[in-house]
Every structure is written in C-alpha cells, then in structure tokens.
C-alpha cells in the first residue's frame, strides 16, 4: 500500500500537554504485540489469554510531518493518518511520558483478524502504548512506564483492561475496575489493574475463525441490564473455577468455561459461533466466544479432532493453534 503522509505542521496532530522535551529524528523502536481472547467464558470484563497471532508495529521519528503505512489484515478498513489507532496510542504513550515527536513515520504489520473477537483493537492500542514508551525510554531511560500503567492507559481507550491486560502481560491475566468519585489531575476516573496467572504448561488453545465480523458495540447492547442473581451466583463459581483449571486443574476446564452472563444473550446475533460451541462442548472440548465474537476460543490438553477440523473448514472456518504467548515486546 502506497503511505499517507500528513504534512509538517498538520493541524491534526497537536503536542499532547505537559510534553515539554521533543524527541530527536532518528529514533526507532520496534513493538510486536500478541492478540488476545477475553472472558474465558464466565469471566466477562474480567478474565483474558494471550495467543500468539502478533502484529507489528515500526515506528521512528523524523523532522515533521506523520508517515503511515498499514500492511495486512484491516489496511483497506483503517483510517489512515493521524485518527489512526496506533498513530493516536503512540502519541499518548508519548504524551504519557512528557515527551513529544515533530514527526513520525509508522509501518504497521497486521496478522490479526479484525473485527473476530481476537483483541486486535486493543493490540493496536497495547503496541502503540508501547512503542511511544520505548522511544521515550530511549530518548531517556527515567521514562520508562511500568506494565501497570500500559495496562490504565491501554485499558482508558478500551473502557475495560481484558484485552488490553493480556497483551500487555501475555498468558492469562485476571483484571479489574475501580471507580474513583473524583476524578484524578488527569480527568482519570477509573483506575484500571491486572495481575498474570502462568496458565498450566499441559494447557492448548485454538481458534476457529469465521470469514463474517462482529461490531462489540451491537453484540454489548444485546445484553441486559440486570440478570438473575441466581445466574450471576453461577458465574461467580464458574469464574473462581476457571483460575484453578486454567492454571492447576485443566481437567476442570469445561464446567468452569460455563457462563450465563452474556453468551445466551448473544447467541442470535453468532449462530455459527453458537452452533460451534455446543458443538465442541459436546465433543469435551471447552468452547467459548472469545471477546464479542464470532471467533471460537477452544482450550484443551489435548489434540483438536481431525473430523471437526475438517468439518470446520468445509464450513468456510480458519482453525489455527495459537501459542499462549507473552505480553507485547520492543526493540
């Protein structure tokens, strides 16, 4: 794809306030970040896993002006140019650190799908984050932010840090929110955290991924605004089970991957999804929408069959194995 690039001066790019050192031309750093699966079933806004589909983010600084190209998955889908994602993540990574950029030059290299259910959103967000961290750090090691505050900053462009926790601390991470009655300096009224589980070494996730792609903002409004206590009772212990089986019982994993929060009430709007999951609950496998959908998360022990496999591509689904990776890295 032929770049876009905004000119020096653009009104569209702004110093972020409190910036008040400027990074030199020449710097360059580089940021992989993995993809992510979020609620794990019963865990909804809480619980998430890292697989290993990355994208890659390259950015340098230069005199003036932005730079941006877009390879891969979504470069015909993405705004181009300083609304960008990872352009806007970047610059508030900077903004974060005090620091500012009169230009930029950003190639991203997109592997993960869009719109599925596979966190690429928050990747974008995460790798972002990230590399405006690295370039300030190289600029001066003091600026350097720890991964506690990526995941508030991650999780402030998200509205909830699943997603953004495990691409940011890789494996499976349990997160939470924490309202604030008053707003902090920054206007911040929630205060985001996370803490990684190691997940259980015997422990295999795979993906079946449909060509069709789901908006989070439709699939969260079929939701309701009260549930059942006794439901929210029984994804209370599905969700304390999921982090003993994701890290010590895996055994365990299908009675703690059930949820009656949030998928039933989806279940119209993902039907291959849904067929699919009761599909492979049936077979023993623990099936999950993974985030918003349509993506299937599967988590196993064991092998992924050969006849569902093959039935799945037939039905026009990519299956893919991804690791369970670590969080985003820079270079």
Known sequence: MNPVTTPAGADARRRGPGATRT????????????????????GFDSLGIALGVHDEIVVRTTDSGLTIRVEGEGADDVPWGP????????????????????????VCHNVIPHSRGMGSSA???????????????KFDPELWCDDAELVQLAAEFEGHPDNAAASVLGGVVVSWT??????????????YHAVRLDPHDRLRAFVLVPEERSATA????????TVP???????????????VALTQRPDLLLPATEDRLHQGYRASALPVTTRWIARLRAAGIAATVSGAGPTVLALTTGEFPVELRELAIAEGLRVLEPTISEGVRTD
Do not use: K, M, Y
């Not at 970047?90 to 230009?103: N, Y």
């Open 23 to 42: 990074l030199p031309a020449g710097l360059r750093v580089t940021a992989r970040v993995p993809a992510s699966s979020a609620n794990l079933g019963p």
């Open 83 to 106: 609304s960008h994602l990872v352009v806007r993540a970047i610059e508030r990574g900077l903004q974060a650190a005090g620091v500012w950029a009169d230009g930029l030059d950003v």
């Open 123 to 137: 990747s974008a967000v995460v790798g972002g984050l990230a590399a405006g961290r690295a370039l300030a750090a």
């Open 178 to 191: 924490e309202s604030e009655e008053v707003a902090d300096a920054a206007g911040i009224g929630r205060r």
């Open 218 to 225: 439709h699939t969260r409004g079929l939701l309701p605004e």
């Open 229 to 243: 206590h006794a439901d929210a009772a029984f994804n209370v212990s599905r969700a304390a089970l999921a982090v």
